[in-house]
Nanobody
Framework: QVQLVESGGGLVQAGGSLRLSCTAS????????MGWFRQAPGKEREFVAA????????DYADSVKGRFTISRDNAKNTLFLEMNLLEPEDTAVYYC????????????????????WGQGTQVTVSP
């Protein structure tokens, strides 16, 4: 089992940047595929990005490609989401999620594929 804690959210102006972190408990972080999801007010939670346990495969939602970068440091049990050129439409609560092992890449964007979730961190982008 793994526990996830997100940090790094905040208020930023459009065009700005933020870096989110997700720290995982346990000694097997490196065996988990990790993902970021977000939920805007009044909307369903949606996929943002995911990364394989090795970091060798990454997937992004079309809406964030070229602006966001997902990465991980297995030695520090930490997942990151570097967000640049932020837009008001990026305003949401951001969640990190984990699933043990290596699911097919086609499953990375599927919320139901993930077994563990953090509490979320708020990101607000002002116009």
């Amino acid at each position: 089992q793994v526990q996830l804690v997100e940090s790094g959210g905040g208020l930023v102006q459009a065009g700005g940047s933020l870096r989110l972190s997700c720290t995982a408990s346990g000694r097997t972080f490196s065996s988990y595929t990790m993902g970021w999801f977000r939920q805007a007010p009044g909307k369903e939670r949606e996929f943002v990005a995911a990364i394989a346990w090795s970091g060798g495969y990454r997937d992004y939602a079309d809406s964030v490609k070229g602006r966001f970068t997902i990465s991980r440091d297995n030695a520090k049990n930490t997942l990151f989401l570097e967000m640049n050129l932020l837009e008001p439409e990026d305003t949401a609560v951001y969640y990190c999620a984990a699933v043990q092992g290596s699911p097919p890449p086609s499953r990375y964007s599927v919320e139901a594929n993930y077994d563990y979730w953090g509490q979320g961190t708020q990101v607000t982008v002002s116009p």
